[in-house]
């Protein structure tokens, strides 16, 4: 039997959109998934072995035409489940790093993230009806010495999310829940070119544990949920401990070269 249930899944081609466009199918929802990477269709086979259709889409988030391309794809059908996962990281110093790649990071993090929200969740306050997951950060607790531009685009992620469920209150029937990760066993530190720093080198948690904690709380009708119980004690600390503080602490994590200091100690 066809499902009758419909989600949009973003960055779903590895990581945590992986694991949450699997848990997606495994609950009966058809699925339109999109990543800006050719490898989204491999996946998309993946998902159709649960026995869901499955339409997989090669677009840029970082662009309104991007979003665009992919409300298209939907075809006007009623989105019931959006996964806003798609999001982009960038590790060295911000002076270091070119125009163009921190405008990449917050033009996906934040404006093609919002514009997609904005189209599918007006929808569904018109009709009452529709659940939400919005992939923020701990990371947005956090002032992010050598991975500033990101952290900031989490801290506003994990800020906007707040304040857009309470601007949508009245519609009882709509929920948006923010799905707080800390590091994750991802391709993000690779493509962040943070390899050869202590958080990008350390164990990380399991994506599909952590996509499952989203999926949990998403079912539930939770406003948040931070993912992990060393990471519910960081979020916990970052609240009563000075911006300098947190910032020379995740400078020990994220600055360039302090893998090898790690291993050296």
């Given at each position: 039997?066809?499902?009758?249930?419909?989600?949009?899944?973003?960055?779903?081609?590895?990581?945590?959109?992986?694991?949450?466009?699997?848990?997606?199918?495994?609950?009966?929802?058809?699925?339109?998934?999109?990543?800006?990477?050719?490898?989204?269709?491999?996946?998309?086979?993946?998902?159709?072995?649960?026995?869901?259709?499955?339409?997989?889409?090669?677009?840029?988030?970082?662009?309104?035409?991007?979003?665009?391309r992919?409300?298209?794809?939907?075809?006007g059908?009623?989105?019931?489940?959006?996964?806003?996962?798609?999001?982009?990281?960038?590790?060295?110093?911000?002076?270091e790093?070119?125009?163009?790649?921190?405008?990449?990071?917050?033009d996906?993090?934040?404006?093609?993230?919002?514009y997609?929200?904005?189209?599918?969740?007006?929808?569904?306050?018109?009709?009452?009806?529709?659940?939400?997951?919005?992939?923020?950060?701990?990371?947005?607790?956090?002032?992010?010495?050598?991975?500033?531009?990101?952290?900031?685009?989490?801290?506003?992620?994990?800020?906007?999310?707040?304040?857009?469920r309470?601007?949508?209150?009245?519609?009882?029937?709509?929920t948006?829940?923010?799905?707080?990760?800390?590091?994750t066993?991802?391709?993000?530190?690779d493509?962040?070119?943070?390899?050869?720093?202590?958080?990008?080198a350390?164990?990380?948690?399991?994506?599909?544990k952590?996509?499952?904690d989203?999926?949990?709380?998403?079912?539930?009708?939770?406003?948040?949920?931070?993912?992990?119980?060393?990471?519910?004690?960081?979020?916990?600390?970052?609240?009563?401990?000075?911006?300098?503080?947190?910032?020379?602490?995740?400078?020990?994590?994220?600055?360039?070269?302090?893998?090898?200091?790690?291993?050296?100690?």
């Open positions: 039997m066809a499902a009758t249930k419909f989600a949009i899944v973003t960055g779903a081609s590895t990581g945590i959109g992986f694991e949450l466009a699997h848990l997606a199918a495994q609950n009966g929802y058809d699925l339109l998934v999109v990543a800006d990477e050719l490898l989204i269709e491999a996946s998309a086979t993946d998902f159709r072995r649960h026995g869901v259709k499955v339409e997989a889409v090669e677009a840029d988030l970082a662009t309104i035409q991007g979003v665009e992919l409300i298209d794809a939907a075809k059908r009623k989105v019931d489940l959006l996964c806003a996962n798609a999001g982009r990281g960038l590790g060295h110093g911000f002076l790093q070119e125009v163009a790649d921190w405008r990449r990071v917050v996906t993090n934040i404006t093609g993230t919002l997609l929200l904005q189209k599918v969740v007006k929808s569904m306050v018109a009709r009452n009806e529709g659940k939400v997951l919005i992939t923020g950060s701990i990371a947005g607790f956090v002032p992010g010495s050598f991975q500033a531009v990101y952290n900031g685009t989490k801290a506003f992620i994990d800020s906007f999310a707040d304040a857009l309470n601007e949508i209150k009245d519609a009882k029937g709509v948006i829940t923010n799905l707080m990760p800390g590091a066993e991802t391709e993000f530190f493509r962040a070119d943070m390899l050869d720093t202590k958080v990008g350390e164990e990380k948690d399991d994506p599909a952590v996509a499952r989203g999926w949990d709380a998403l079912m539930a009708g939770k406003a948040h949920i931070v993912s992990g119980w060393k990471n519910k004690l960081q979020a916990a600390a970052a609240h009563v401990t000075p911006a300098s503080i947190l910032s020379e602490q995740h400078r020990k994590m994220a600055e360039p070269g302090t893998a090898e200091e790690n291993d050296n100690e």
